[in-house]
């Protein structure tokens, strides 16, 4: 007896019967700006997932950091593995509340694409520099331009020619973390999912390599609800645990089962509508994003690797910016210049500080500083 495969139309009529009504459904799709022949045996969503994994943006999320650099130890989170923990969360997510999880799963793999070197640190540095050419910086626009424009993989188009409701994620992605409260209209649930994940996976990790860097303690840690409340739940269930690793992983993994499942009462409460944490259980969570802000973020060990990584950007941008033909030619190649005076342009300054931008956030940590000092 042969296997039996799969066909796009398969997946698309599984979709249709075990979706929610409020679903993104892949035969549904508005598309993809260039028009291309159909995969035989990958959804839509499916086909820009295996297209963002693929991506140079994405490998070389291992080499940027998420909090710690990589001289604090082998086991921090860096930019690549916050990922992958965003994904993992945003799939179970949507499987539970019956949304498309590849749709979902595309947007969660391709939502840091456009992250600086040296974590938000680098991000600020960088926004701070186009400030002055009377632009910003923003790593979720960065992702979006990414996949539309910059990566180059087809003869007839820039970027990865994504379908509009992968881009439209990336373009409306925000945590309160990366936007202070900002709000954004128009969300997908399923974009709205990866951004909660988001927000799940760096509460928990940080929370987990914070104790790891011996930042704070438990005993720092039991004024917060969320944390009394689960390692409370932890000890009910387990007894007494005298290995504090084994402890800090149990009470962590609570926490985050406390996060899920309040999203997903929260998500059936509200039929369909929006996808968040309940007002009560919000306010705790917000607790400790504050503590993690003053015992974490702002802590004298991680502020001096942040102002080390800034200034490296900072020089590295005056470094390119003085001398183009530093960067591939793939880069300095889009400038075109004729005549003196149109190197002393308005236009020409902020065309190559653009430029020079886009090489700077797509370097690792490691690449950003051997340029810098080559």
């Known amino acids: 007896m042969g296997f039996v495969t799969a066909s796009k139309k398969d997946f698309e009529k599984t979709e249709r019967k075990n979706l929610a009504p409020y679903a993104v459904k892949s035969s549904q799709s508005q598309g993809r700006e ?13 086909r820009d997932r295996d297209r963002i994994i693929h991506s140079k943006p994405f490998r070389r999320l291992s080499g940027k950091t998420q909090v710690f650099v990589a001289t604090y130890g082998d086991h921090f989170r860096d930019r690549l593995t916050h990922t992958l923990e965003v994904a993992q969360i945003a799939r179970d997510l949507a499987r539970n509340l019956k949304l498309n999880e590849d749709l979902v799963e595309a947007i969660a793999l391709a939502h840091d694409l ?10 600020i540095a960088l926004d701070k520099i186009m400030r002055k050419f009377g632009l910003s910086f923003e790593h979720n626009e960065q992702s979006k331009r990414i996949v539309e424009k910059l990566e180059k993989q087809f003869p007839n188009f ?50 987990d390599d914070g104790l790891r860097s011996k930042l704070f303690n438990f ?21 007494e645990i005298s290995d504090p690793v084994i402890l800090r992983h149990r009470i962590v993994s609570q926490i985050f089962s406390f996060m899920a499942e309040n999203v997903l009462k929260t998500a059936a409460r509200n039929k369909g509508r929006t996808v968040c944490f309940s007002a009560d259980f ?17 802590s004298p060990q991680v502020k001096k690797h942040s102002r080390r990584g800034q200034k490296i950007i900072e020089k590295l941008f005056q470094k390119l910016y003085k001398n183009p033909k530093l960067m591939p030619k793939s880069f300095w190649g889009r400038m075109t210049v004729t005549g003196s005076s149109a190197i002393l342009s308005p236009s020409y300054r902020v065309a190559l500080a653009t430029v020079v931008k886009d090489y700077v956030a797509g370097c690792t940590d490691a690449y950003a500083e051997k340029i810098l000092n080559s």
Do not use: C
């Open 34 to 46: 260039f028009p291309e022949t159909e995969d035989l045996t990958r959804s839509a969503f499916q």
């Open 114 to 123: 456009g992250h600086t070197p040296f974590g938000h640190a680098g991000e």
């Open 158 to 207: 820039d970027g990865l020619n994504l379908t509009h409701e992968v881009r439209q994620g990336l373009a409306k992605h925000q945590t309160i973390y990366d936007q202070n409260d900002k709000k954004i209209e128009g969300k997908t649930l399923e974009a709205q999912v990866a951004d909660i994940a988001d927000e799940i996976a760096y509460h928990n990790h940080d929370l």
């Open 219 to 239: 005993k720092d840690l039991q004024r917060l609800a969320l944390w009394k409340e689960a390692e409370k739940k932890v000890y009910k269930k387990y007894g």
């Open 282 to 298: 919000g306010r705790s969570v917000k607790q400790l994003r504050q503590f993690l802000w003053n015992k974490m973020y702002n």
